[in-house]
């Protein structure tokens, strides 16, 4: 079992498919509640399969801070909605494989969008590193790795 | 509540016996689902009466509950009025029949039809009496998500005859992979994996089985050396002899001699032979690597595995020299995970620093694991001065 991080982007990754290009205040209220049912959707699909973890919808623009000097207040640039890359929302899941996560993406990705068409929305796998493990592999033993 | 010893005390009972009681009920021929129902609901009842006064024969007492429990809920449910003809035919209450119990209950909740996440969920939940928030909490998912696991796992469980012989491979994989994944959550899974492997291998002649848990304590006796004080990973060659569990150490050598003793050579036997040639040695230097290549060449031959063979050319490594390592690894298929750290390792006892530095890092990109990315950063940061 292995965690995946579902990443919605509104901006960034591979170029979109045409249903996709017409961003969301051009669709239809009916079209909006339809999407978002979908998305609560699956999530009870995937907590019945066992395999749902979280999932999240993010603002469509944030704020960059960074620290400054001891004593100082942050120091804060944007907010920025125009960023190269934007990130939507995201999923976690618990699955079996990474075959397996690459199903649930596209699950996602069969949303539907304008006139009830699937988005066809690019969706970013990414793989958890686990927390720490007590691997018992023998490459251990050499010192190589942490035991 | 909590405070009342005689109240702990039958908590601590009653996860222990839960399971059994399970096991004897599915063995008496009840459906795994609605045999748990029952045993819970004799617990429940156990831990609202036990209090006025525990049971002369605590486990006889929950048989009898669970049983009419069992009973009576499908004599409730008229949709099952043939499996309670069935069930009257069952045979009368037995004498205890407690190991070949526990290896009933392992084999059906390692069933080979389910998925290792869904054996390892039900495993933790029927076998090791775990709650299922406690299993959710340790795995990091929410309950609903867990709750559901284990239900799906005892529906793909329904109908399955439950006289067919288990897989004990399976059942010794499901173990070893709940003690590899350990620590990530309240429960110690590690020790919760050797408890259960413990009752396995009593209840089994397999020598695998005595083999798999002899690993589990070799490797479990260095728990306590294997991080700094300040959370970073110790390397084998620098960790504190002192602190390893030298009395598991012990159990661990004298378990795998008896089942080595038995002539039935398998991959956890092999395992665990390394692992007590490592727990042997004195210091570092003074490990014995010609015997623990020899039984890397066995673990190859048994399993044809290339993570075998991977780990196997740093042996080469340590007996040959490292470029006689390097050409083993070249044998192995780049994408075994951790071929770059190999590499980087065996470069860098031969010398070759930049190229050992450069492979550290292409190590720590593929890292599975945030310890073991952070082990690599500083091997490589080692390597820059």
Redesign the interface.
């Known amino acids: 079992m292995a965690k995946y991080l579902l990443l919605k982007h509104y901006r960034g990754g591979p170029e979109k498919m045409p249903d996709h290009e017409a961003s969301m205040d051009q669709w239809t209220e009916q079209e909006i509640s339809d999407h978002f049912a979908f998305m609560d959707h699956v999530a009870q699909v995937l907590t019945e399969t066992g395999e749902f973890v979280d999932s999240q919808a993010l603002a469509p623009s944030g704020t960059f801070v960074r620290y400054d000097a001891e004593g100082m207040p942050p120091v804060t640039e944007g907010p920025f909605a125009e960023t190269k890359d934007l990130i939507a929302g995201w999923m976690i899941v618990d699955v079996d494989s990474e075959q397996r996560a690459h199903e649930v993406a596209a699950f996602l990705s069969s949303a539907p969008g304008r006139g009830g068409r699937p988005t066809q929305e690019w969706i970013e796998v990414r793989p958890f590193l686990t927390p720490g493990a007590t691997v018992t592999d023998t490459l251990i033993e050499a010192g190589l790795l942490p035991a | 509540m909590i405070n009342n010893p005689v109240m702990d005390d039958d908590e601590g009972l009653l996860r222990e016996l839960g399971p059994r009681v399970l096991g004897v009920l599915v063995r008496r021929g009840a459906d795994f689902a609605s045999a748990e129902d029952a045993v819970q609901e004799a617990l429940i009842e156990a831990v609202r009466r036990w209090p006025a006064g525990r049971p002369d024969n605590p486990r006889g007492w929950l048989v009898t509950v669970a049983w009419r429990k069992y009973t009576d809920a499908v004599r409730a449910d008229a949709a099952r009025a043939r499996r309670e003809e069935r069930e009257q035919a069952a045979p009368a209450p037995g004498p205890a029949r407690q190991a070949d119990d526990t290896l009933l209950l392992l084999f059906l909740a390692c069933h080979p039809t389910l ?4 054996a ?2 039900l495993t933790l939940r029927a076998v090791g009496g775990l709650t299922t928030a406690q299993i959710a909490r340790t ?4 309950e ?3 709750a ?3 239900s ?1 796992a005892k529906t793909t469980l329904r109908g399955k005859p439950l006289d067919a012989p288990g897989d004990l491979r399976t059942v010794l994989k499901v173990l ?1 992979l709940i ?6 959550g309240d429960e110690d899974l ?1 020790a919760e994996a050797i408890r259960l492997t413990r009752q396995a291998a009593a209840a089994s002649a397999e020598p695998e089985a005595a083999g798999l848990l002899a ?2 304590l070799l ?1 479990h006796a ?2 306590h050396s ?1 991080l700094s004080p300040a959370g970073e ?7 504190d002899r002192s602190r390893w569990d030298m009395e598991l150490i012990a159990e661990g050598v004298d378990i795998l001699q008896h089942a080595l003793a038995q002539d039935r050579l398998g991959e956890y036997q092999a ?1 665990a032979a ?2 007590a040639l ?1 727990a042997d040695a004195p210091s ?1 230097e003074e490990t014995d690597w010609p015997q ?1 290549l020899e039984w ?1 060449d066995v673990l190859v031959t048994l399993t044809d595995s290339p ?2 063979a ?2 196997r050319a ?2 080469v ?2 007996v040959d020299g490292p470029l006689a390592g390097l050409s083993v690894v070249n044998t192995v298929p780049a994408e075994v995970p ?1 071929h770059a ?2 590499r980087a ?1 065996l470069n860098e006892q031969a010398g070759n620093l930049a190229a050992a530095r450069a492979l550290y890092l292409e190590a720590a990109q593929a ?7 952070d ?1 690599l950063t500083r091997q490589a940061a080692r390597l820059q001065a």
């Open positions: 998925t290792p996440a869904s390892v969920a795995y990091m998912v929410p609903p998500t867990m559901q696991r284990i799906r070893y003690f590899n994944e350990g620590y990530t590690a690993l589990m490797h260095r728990r294997r990973l110790i390397p084998l060659a620098q960790q395992q390394i692992a490592h570092a623990i890397y993570v075998a991977l780990n740093v042996a490594g340590q951790r750290a190999v390792y890292a599975p694991s945030v310890p073991e990315r082990h």
